[in-house]
């Protein structure tokens, strides 16, 4: 497809299971990155990819929360033992380079992510 | 540690009327600056970006910004106001490590 992919849209989980949110990125694009939209937090960065490894980890908000990006592509966020807080709106973006730079970042669609 | 801040969390317009979104960054070098905008229930779609060269920038759908290094503002502006203009506008930069820093936002709600 032409734009940044994710799934499921909509996911709604019970407290306590875990989760699993799927980035597919633009083709040829090297940076991903994966933020959370809730209420009252705003847009909060989680972490970045460059290639398959992440450089920063700083935004993730607990243990409970892991990544992975594979072939330098597609990547899936993990939520562990899931706590109504997670509620939020997971968002992937990706773009031709990370770093400071002045590539735009393209969006996803976002996973609407409700725990119970 | 660097911040961007959106003083307006909504504003409301008439139809036809001028806009001015104000975005505030905290920054040493010159930085990189975007406006992004969310209509509801959709990604973020980017707007406009200022890397270099012309302070003033144009963008998509009629928006321009214009970036004053003095001021640390890079404000958003639109002459002409549409109602598809409502929606959530967001001012953001780029961290050392390419994460974006967004503003809280504001929200543009259009009166017919």
């Known amino acids: 497809g032409a734009g940044v992919s994710q799934s499921p849209s909509n996911k709604v989980t019970e407290k306590g299971k875990d989760v699993e949110l799927r980035c597919d990125p633009i083709s040829g694009h090297t940076a991903l990155y994966w933020y959370r939209q809730s209420l009252g937090q705003g847009l909060e960065f989680l972490i970045y990819?460059?290639?398959?490894?992440?450089?920063?980890k700083s935004g993730l908000p607990s243990d409970r929360f892991s990544a992975e990006r594979t072939g330098g592509s597609v990547s899936t966020l993990t939520i562990q033992r899931t706590q109504q807080e997670d509620s939020a709106v997971y968002l992937c973006a990706s773009s031709l380079g990370g770093g400071v730079t002045h590539n735009e970042q393209f969006f996803g669609p976002g996973t609407r992510l409700t725990v119970l | 540690a660097q911040s961007v801040t959106q003083p307006d969390i909504h504003i409301t317009v008439s139809e036809g009327a001028s806009l001015e979104l104000r975005c505030n960054y905290s920054?040493?070098?010159?930085?990189?600056l975007f406006w992004y905008v969310q209509s509801p229930g959709q990604g973020l779609q980017l707007l406009l970006k200022?890397?270099?060269?012309?302070?003033l920038v144009q963008g998509i759908k009629g928006f321009e910004a214009e970036f004053k290094r003095s001021q640390s503002s890079f404000n958003l502006r639109k002459p002409s106001v549409h109602w598809s203009d409502a929606a959530e506008y967001f001012c953001?930069?780029?961290?050392?490590?390419?994460?974006?820093?967004f503003g809280q936002g504001t929200t543009l709600q259009v009166k017919p």
């Open positions: 200022y890397f270099s060269g012309d302070t």
């Open positions: 920054y040493g070098a010159t930085p990189y």
């Open positions: 990819f460059q290639g398959n490894s992440a450089p920063d």
């Open positions: 953001a930069a780029p961290s050392n490590t390419g994460k974006l820093i």
